[in-house]
């Protein structure tokens, strides 16, 4: 088996002239994830990956060429205040912080990468195919007091070894640039590649473009896994068969076209009580959001408190009336109605106490 000679990654300081836009390489020095800005964000803008860092330019090891195809964005600016504001109701005690307001004013439009990769594939392969068959039976069961039959059809599969060999090409096998593109595309959902539009520098519209962080080199046991799924696929349907199974092949590469594929997605993010951020995605294709939706314990704890100081003054007041109850018979009553009600103010306090914790719990 062959493997192929990957591209190799240059040293990029900028790349005004290669992408056709004004873009300056940037990397976060808390994350130490890597964007692609236009030059008067240098320094200004927060790090959308970790909320903490400063974006400042730095030189970066990657793909001169610029990307192949994009996804364009399908979320407005209207219909995105309107996801985050339905993200942030129904959190009933919440940082300061954690409005839709903040949330919209934060947001960033980046580009996330995948690798697309052109390829020929030449080999021999070996599996087995598998047919469906039909097979009659018959089954007896009870009713109406007396036992009866009646014909069964099951489907079954006859598997056969077949052997031979494959030559393929195959287009734009999709397979992740970056080391968190997994877990990020299981909180939002996949993409629709096929409203992919050819790359045209005015359809980066301001946006920051993450760098890929898993180069070639690395990437190339995936793109291998994908070609040869896509050949085992057509060698089942040369074979006829319904199925496949234990299907390995032993090939070698050819003509490989390494670009690139930016998917949309709006990143923005909220302190906690801690004053950590936390981290808010939104596929900008279909508009899921994903992200911690934490109450606020520090603000509980304060309706607590208010809550135990107006149950004080009434208490008090209780205790007032009860002692004016010598000279006023009439106001005893109240007196106590006032300090039962005292005890069940008390009670209700443990509920913005209570609340954040059990929510937060949900969250995790």
């Given amino acids: 088996m062959n493997l192929p000679q990957m591209p190799e990654p240059a040293v990029v300081e900028s790349i005004e002239s290669i992408w056709g836009a004004e873009l300056q390489p940037v990397g976060c020095n808390e994350c130490e994830r890597v964007f692609l800005i236009e030059p008067s964000l240098v320094d200004q803008e927060t790090c959308p990956a970790c909320g903490i860092g400063m974006l400042s330019a730095q030189p970066v090891l990657m793909r001169g060429e610029p990307p192949e195809v994009l996804v364009p964005n399908a979320v407005n600016q209207h219909q995105l205040q309107s996801i985050l504001t339905e993200f942030v109701n129904g959190v009933w005690l919440h940082s300061d912080d954690f409005t839709s307001q903040s949330l919209f004013a934060r947001a960033r439009q980046i580009f996330i990468p995948m690798w697309l990769v052109d390829s020929d594939i030449a080999g021999v392969w070996q599996a087995e195919s598998g047919y469906d068959y039909e097979v009659k039976s018959s089954e007896e069961y009870y009713s109406g007091g007396s036992w009866l039959s009646r014909d069964k059809i099951e489907t079954r599969i006859r598997w056969e ?204």
């Avoid at 409203?195 to 690395?218: F, G, T």
């Fill in 161 to 364: 070894p077949r052997a031979g060999q494959v030559q393929r090409h195959y287009d734009n096998v999709a397979v992740a640039a970056l080391t968190d593109f997994q877990g990020l595309q299981a909180k939002i959902g996949g993409f629709d590649f096929s409203k992919s539009q050819r790359y045209q520098p005015e359809s980066l519209d301001n946006a920051l473009i993450r760098v890929p962080d898993i180069h070639q080199d690395s990437a190339w046991s995936d793109v291998q896994s994908s070609l040869h799924r896509l050949a085992a696929k057509d060698c089942q349907l040369a074979s006829n068969a319904q199925h496949i199974r234990d299907y390995s092949i032993k090939a070698g590469y050819e003509n490989l076209n390494w670009t690139q594929l930016l998917l949309p997605v709006f990143v923005t993010w909220y302190t906690d009580d801690t004053g950590q951020p936390q981290i808010v995605h939104v596929n900008g294709q279909n508009g899921k959001i994903s992200g911690l939706r934490l109450a606020s314990q520090r603000k509980g704890w304060k309706w607590a408190s208010i809550i135990i100081g107006v149950a004080a003054l009434v208490f008090i007041a209780g205790l007032l009336l009860l002692a004016l109850g010598a000279l006023l018979p009439p106001v005893v009553t109240m007196g106590v109605l006032l300090i039962v009600a005292a005890l069940i103010i008390s009670v209700a306090a443990m509920v913005p106490v209570a609340w954040p914790w059990q929510w937060n719990r949900k969250q995790d």
